[in-house]
């Protein structure tokens, strides 16, 4: 990273002069002379190509050189100054010539507003809030204003984020409708109907009027933070009802994403509970997605352009008459912090985004300012001074996941005029790690991990390799034992983590059980060998000594076996049986009768029924082979099974943006069976290990195979289990 400049000039660090950008609020960085003062600042006008000023200066603060600028552009060109300012002088400037063209064709993230049918339209504001004007930032006006500017800013630093990771800069446009602007302060206080100048294309907010009152919105039970409260989902179910009754954008066939805001939110000091108050988010691609939140610290928000600096460093302390939202609330710009954080990351969830780091796992507390602005304030609730924010050194954890991050990207709501169609395929895949015979006699296995939608990142152990980035995916990579043994002990687990490049991610809870676990059974009187490969969820990987032999039924299903006369028959269906984890599969031969992937029995002796209210029953046709397998794995289970076959069908579920691994034969070999292990008696008697089993594909295949044991479903194993 460049030291700030020596000689006063001005110097953009992510951005271009020239530039085309497709969203409206932008974050401008760069560096500028460090003259030793706190009090300089950076002024930034903007004006068209006819010179007519677009949108009222604004100024930013400069920390030892460096600034941070957010900038509202308007609808074709912006020509912008920036202005080094030290002791009522200009030091130096820069110009910066950019093209904003909304992108009108994607769709847009939706604001709105849910109040309650006889909601007094205030929200809750500190004392010290109001003022001379008591309604100066507690009114519905006031609400309306502070949501829409975070919702700028919330698109802003999404843009940067974007860029950043090498992703173009991208994020969602809002919806937006000609009004009276209120981005800033100038035109807020422009008085109506005297001019046009304060007239905008500007983000709307929907008032959505609830069926529901003000006691109810604030009854205690629904109330997210009770920690007695029954009904902690309802806020979510009001919402969702109020839009969808307000129709239009809100039709579920539209598909909308929507941020909402609830409006009537409360802190009540004698429960010591904010009411009325919700974090909920939640991703419908096909109906409606909701992120919603509280307005119990929009008090803290900024109103306008001018005011975001100002929110973002005021230490002054809230007091007791509102909710310390986590105990995190010590401040003013901690408020304001957790409040716009928390709803982005509920905004996050209803684009599909899950828990994992950054904004989706509270990153936003602290570090939100650091985004905006070139230096922090003091912190209550880590006790620690602000100080000068350097963007690729001052850590900050405000910022979207990388898996995040590339899923955003095939989104429509993202999608840049040079972006290509992206297929289904490539959406869908799934990132794999199988290891494979190699032909290096004396290193016989290969770690192969590959993603049709190309590989984004491979770690070990969370360390990135150098190889592959975003910049440089790749389609496959090998990895031989060898190799790993040279860089990782072989007596610890290995974890793996691989990211494709449309988000999906695929984690290994231990690389060296996938050598380990490629058996080679050797069919008596013939040299046929057999290859077998599975699947498990990293918990049961961890935890596999824990699990007794006792609660395991271990099986084996083939593709062909022996009927009741003997005779050898076909598998001419399927049952995938997929509820909230993976019950099993029951493979039906030619002659009717069934082979289970999973127990035969319960522990009574009766026989097993599988649920499973995702399941489908599906035909292999007579020629087809199937030609490989996708497993859905998640951290603790499995939880869908689908097969695909050489005619190009498939069958079976897996739930969508779900992680999946896929079990594939290696050159040469085809899949003649499944095998594995379920949890038995216990739970849903859960599928916990599936896998594939594999012969060449080239060889008639011994008939002595069908009579071998290990590989039928009998008694589960219960036979080498000894009762004490």
């Known amino acids: 990273m460049m030291a700030p400049v020596s000689t006063p000039c001005v110097s953009l660090d992510n951005i271009s002069d020239g530039e085309t950008i497709y969203q409206r609020a932008l974050l401008i960085i760069g560096k500028c002379f460090d003259s030793g003062s706190s009090e300089d600042f950076l002024a930034v006008t903007s004006k068209d190509s006819a010179q007519t000023t677009s949108f009222p200066t604004q100024n930013w603060l400069i920390s030892e050189g460096h600034f941070k600028a957010l900038v509202i552009l308007s609808p074709g060109q912006n020509n912008l100054t920036l202005q080094h300012h030290h002791n009522g002088m200009q030091l130096a400037s820069t110009t910066l010539n950019l093209t904003y063209i909304p992108l009108l064709q994607t769709p847009p993230l939706h604001l709105a507003i849910m109040v309650a049918k006889d909601s007094p339209l205030l929200i809750g504001c500190p004392p010290h809030k109001r003022g001379a004007l008591s309604t100066a930032h507690s009114d519905i006006d006031a609400a309306i204003n502070k949501f829409r500017m975070t919702a700028y800013m919330w698109q802003a630093q999404t843009a940067e984020d974007m860029r950043s990771k090498g992703l173009g800069r991208r994020s969602f446009r809002l919806e937006e409708e000609w009004m009276t602007e209120t981005l800033s302060r100038d035109f807020v206080q422009n008085p109506r109907g005297s001019s046009a100048d304060h007239m905008r294309s500007t983000a709307k907010c929907h008032i959505i009027r609830s069926d529901m009152t003000v006691e109810q919105i604030r009854d205690a039970q629904v109330a997210q933070q009770n920690p007695s409260a029954y009904r ?239 910049a440089s995916p790749r389609r496959e990579l090998r990895f031989t034992a060898e190799e790993l043994e040279a860089r990782f002990d072989r007596c610890n687990a290995l974890k793996l983590d691989v990211l494709g490049m449309n988000g999906r991610l695929l984690t290994v809870a231990n690389v060296w059980r996938l050598f380990t676990n490629v058996s080679y059974i050797k069919v008596p009187g013939s040299s046929v060998v057999l290859q077998k490969k599975s699947v498990m969820a990293p918990d049961t990987e961890h935890r596999l000594e824990s699990f007794e032999q006792k609660d395991k039924w271990e099986w084996t299903v083939l593709l062909k076996e022996r009927g009741a006369n003997g005779a050898l028959w076909r598998a001419t269906e399927i049952d995938s049986r997929v509820g909230c984890v993976l019950d099993g599969a029951v493979v039906y031969y030619g002659d009717g009768h069934e082979a289970p992937c999973g127990p035969r029995t319960d522990k009574y ?119 004490t």
């Open 232 to 470: 902690k989902d309802d806020l979510h179910k009001y919402f969702e009802t109020a839009l969808k009754k307000d129709g239009g954008p809100f039709e579920s066939s539209a598909h909308p994403v929507v941020a909402g805001l609830i409006l009537d939110s409360t802190y009540s000091p004698e429960q010591d509970i904010i009411l009325g108050h919700a974090a909920l988010g939640c991703s419908k691609p096909k109906g409606l997605s909701l992120g919603m939140f509280g307005s119990h610290l929009t008090y803290s928000w900024p109103r306008f352009m001018e005011e975001v600096s100002h929110c973002l460093l005021d230490s002054a302390i809230p007091g007791d008459t509102v909710g310390n939202d986590n105990g995190e609330c010590g401040t003013m710009w901690e408020a304001c912090s957790i409040g716009q954080g928390a709803f982005l990351h509920e905004v996050g969830h209803a684009f599909g985004a899950p828990h994992t780091t950054g904004i989706m796992a509270r990153g936003y507390a602290q570090d939100w300012p650091k985004n905006f602005l070139s230096r922090t304030a003091y912190c209550q609730a880590k006790d620690t001074v602000g100080a000068t924010v350097i963007d690729e050194e001052t850590p900050n954890y405000a910022c979207w996941d990388i898996k995040d991050a590339l899923s955003f990207k095939t989104l429509a709501h993202f999608r840049l005029p040079s972006d290509p169609i992206l297929s289904l395929e490539f959406l869908k895949a799934n990132p794999s790690a199988q290891v494979i015979p190699d032909n290096d006699p004396a290193d016989p296995s290969v770690l192969v991990i590959s993603c049709l939608a190309e590989i984004a990142r491979v770690q070990f152990d969370g360390v990135a390799e150098h190889f592959p980035t975003i």
């Open 605 to 723: 002796g009766r026989k097993h029924h599988f649920g499973g209210h995702a399941s489908e029953r599906f035909p292999i046709p007579k020629n087809d082979e199937i030609t490989k397998v996708e497993v859905g794995v998640e951290s603790y289970e499995l939880n869908g099974l689908r097969f695909h076959m050489s005619g190009g069908t498939s069958g079976g579920y897996l739930y969508d943006n779900n992680p999946a691994q896929t079990l594939e034969p290696s050159p040469g070999h085809k899949i003649i069976g499944f095998y594995g292990w379920s949890r038995w008696g216990q739970s849903f008697n859960e599928i916990m290990e599936f896998g594939i089993i594999t012969a060449p594909q080239d060889v008639d295949l011994p008939e002595t195979i069908y009579d071998m044991s290990e590989l039928r479903n009998t008694d589960g194993g219960k036979a080498a289990v000894s009762s």
